[in-house]
């Protein structure tokens, strides 16, 4: 492998390092997709596919119209790929049990709407007309009703890297990075146990793995991850028209608290400690019939694949308020998988400082609504190509440095 040199080496086989070696190898780029496992071996693979616009930072305008670019993408990338990765239009629904959410959720879509996506507060009187097999209980006073979509978010990251290998680009499966060979200011090669890479850029896009990469680089990244644990149940006669999930507003306020005060104490340092934990429920059903149930959400440090024996009964209980008829159903297995998270929620693509070859594509909050709109921007920006000086508030370099370890 020592001999092979590319244009570009992509560091990470999820949703987001699939686009964009897609569009690095459109673009006539020699192209190097690596990847440590087998594609959406992590965050990818254990995402639910909600087409669900990242929430967080629904006061941005910019930010709402880079999500509102991608969702519109996504719509029409199974015919440019020339692949199904089961893209279908449903409605989500955000259950609401308080003033204090419905408060939040209408600012919330007020925002969304005038970003051009449609949501619309609806009552429980009419969530049980659009989802007749939902338990709708006395708890529920009203739902944030969106028009979103679902995929299968293997198939998509599977889509993405086929029509990118279709272009050219070689896909590196089982390939670790395990350092970096650099002379001066740049990365010269990714060091691997099958032999050194060449690169004329590197993009690191490992998601909950970037911090680690780039800490063989000397940088330390303002990037953390949640540990999120779901279960599937066997395949269903159709239950779910859409998606639904309650208004949980402790979580995202909690992992920006925990980033920003990360930045300043260090991350590793925290050790095995347990830093949060909270059950954010929500469920969809596949196109194959199969329940999507999740998620119970640890945020630590080290990361472990092992799942907890929390999340069975936990999700168990949770499907049976909204689902009864799941009483009987089978779970076939239960998974955990990181999704990583920024002191502001909004993720980071540029170029890092320090080196003039190297950048960063990691941190997406909303994968499957960003990976489209992302994968261009950051093969435009390798290929020298003019992008928006807006696309500036997603730097790495917007945070107080240096950031502790």
């Given at each position: 492998m020592s001999s092979i040199n590319y244009d570009v080496a992509i560091?990470?086989?999820?949703?987001?390092?699939?686009?964009?070696?897609?569009?690095?190898?459109?673009?006539?780029?020699?192209?190097?997709?690596?990847?440590?496992?087998?594609?959406?071996?992590?965050?990818?693979?254990?995402?639910?596919?909600?087409?669900?616009?990242?929430?967080?930072?629904?006061?941005?305008?910019?930010?709402?119209?880079?999500?509102?670019?991608?969702?519109?993408?996504?719509?029409?990338?199974?015919?440019?790929?020339?692949?199904?990765?089961?893209?279908?239009p449903v409605h989500g629904y955000c259950l609401l049990c308080s003033e204090d959410e419905v408060n939040m959720f209408s600012i919330h879509r007020d925002h969304f709407v005038a970003a051009g996506f449609g949501e619309r507060m609806i009552t429980p009187r009419e969530l049980q007309a659009c989802e007749p097999n939902l338990h709708v209980g006395p708890e529920?006073?009203?739902?944030?009703?969106?028009?979103?979509?679902?995929?299968?978010?293997?198939?998509?990251?599977?889509?993405?890297?086929?029509?990118?290998?279709?272009?050219?680009?070689?896909?590196?499966?089982?390939?670790?990075?395990?350092?970096?060979?650099?002379?001066?200011?740049?990365?010269?090669?990714?060091?691997?146990?099958?032999?050194?890479?060449?690169?004329?850029?590197?993009?690191?896009?490992?998601?909950?793995?970037?911090?680690?990469?780039?800490?063989?680089?000397?940088?330390?990244?303002?990037?953390?991850?949640?540990?999120?644990?779901?279960?599937?149940?066997?395949?269903?006669?159709?239950?779910?028209?859409?998606?639904?999930?309650?208004?949980?507003?402790?979580?995202?306020?909690?992992?920006?608290?925990?980033?920003?005060?990360?930045?300043?104490h260090g991350w590793e340092s925290r050790g095995?400690?347990?830093?949060?934990?909270?059950?954010?429920?929500?469920?969809?059903?596949?196109?194959?019939?199969?329940?999507?149930?999740?998620?119970?959400?640890?945020i630590t440090p080290p990361f472990n694949w092992q799942v907890s024996h929390q999340v069975v009964p936990g999700s168990a209980y949770e499907a049976m308020r909204l689902l009864p008829q799941l009483k009987k159903a089978r779970m076939l297995r239960s998974w955990r998988s990181p999704a990583p998270f920024t002191p502001d929620h909004m993720p980071l693509l540029g170029r890092l400082d320090g080196f003039d070859n190297l950048a960063i594509a990691s941190g997406v909050p909303s994968a499957v609504s960003s990976c489209s709109w992302i994968g261009v921007f950051m093969a435009d920006l390798i290929a020298g190509r003019e992008v928006s000086e807006e696309m500036s508030i997603f730097s790495a370099g917007r945070f107080p440095q240096p950031v502790a370890v």
């Open positions: 560091i990470g086989g999820g949703m987001v390092g699939a686009s964009i070696a897609y569009h690095c190898a459109k673009l006539g780029m020699r192209t190097a997709l690596v990847e440590k496992a087998q594609l959406a071996a992590a965050g990818s693979g254990g995402n639910f596919g909600l087409v669900l616009p990242s929430t967080a930072r629904f006061d941005n305008p910019f930010v709402l119209q880079c999500e509102q670019d991608g969702v519109r993408r996504l719509e029409n990338l199974s015919d440019e790929l020339d692949f199904d990765f089961e893209y279908r529920t006073i009203a739902a944030l009703q969106t028009d979103e979509a679902v995929v299968n978010p293997m198939r998509l990251t599977l889509g993405l890297a086929r029509s990118a290998k279709q272009h050219g680009a070689d896909l590196l499966c089982h390939t670790q990075v395990t350092g970096f060979k650099t002379n001066a200011n740049r990365v010269t090669h990714l060091v691997t146990p099958d032999g050194d890479i060449g690169v004329g850029e590197v993009i690191i896009s490992a998601g909950a793995w970037s911090r680690q990469l780039a800490l063989m680089l000397d940088i330390s990244l303002p990037e953390y991850y949640i540990q999120a644990e779901a279960v599937v149940t066997e395949p269903l006669p159709p239950l779910l028209n859409g998606f639904a999930y309650w208004g949980n507003v402790e979580r995202i306020p909690k992992e920006i608290d925990i980033a920003k005060e990360s930045i300043t095995d400690e347990l830093v949060f934990e909270s059950y954010d429920f929500g469920t969809v059903q596949t196109q194959h019939g199969n329940i999507l149930l999740g998620q119970l959400t640890y």
